[in-house]
């Protein structure tokens, strides 16, 4: 069972930066795909960024250029750098992981994991 481990969230000014680390553990594979999403009380997860075992990226649109995501050299570790941060930034970061199997006669399968979550404060 693939386990997911988050750390790194707290308080931060505005305009402050913050550093989240993940690590999966549970697995000999690399996985497909890591990254992060947030969530705030009463709106839905969203995309903040994605890495792939291929290291291509993608970003939610309101990051415009402030984050950084990063494969760490540790296998299945990533890195969030968050620069730039705003009031508007405070939610609970969740790793999420995506395992991929290719199975013949069936085809590709992926499987979901996600972390328990960080809070991320950006307050005065």
């Known amino acids: 069972q693939i386990q997911i481990v988050e750390s790194g969230g707290g308080l931060v000014q505005p305009g402050g930066s913050l550093r989240l680390s993940c690590a999966a553990s549970?697995?000999?594979?690399?996985?497909?795909?890591m990254g992060w999403y947030r969530q705030v009380p009463g709106k839905e997860r969203e995309l903040v960024a994605t890495?792939?075992?291929?290291?291509?990226?993608k970003y939610g649109d309101f990051v415009k250029g402030r984050f950084t995501i990063s494969s760490g050299n540790a296998k299945n570790t990533v890195y969030l750098q968050m620069k730039s941060l705003k009031p508007e930034d405070t939610a609970v970061y969740y790793c999420?992981?995506?395992?991929?199997?290719?199975?013949?006669?069936?085809?590709?399968?992926?499987?979901?994991?996600w972390g328990q979550g960080t809070q991320v404060t950006v307050s005065s």
């Open positions: 549970g697995t000999i594979f690399t996985l497909y795909v």
């Open positions: 999420h992981a995506v395992k991929r199997t290719i199975t013949q006669g069936v085809g590709e399968t992926l499987y979901d994991y």
């Open positions: 890495i792939t075992n291929g290291a291509i990226t």
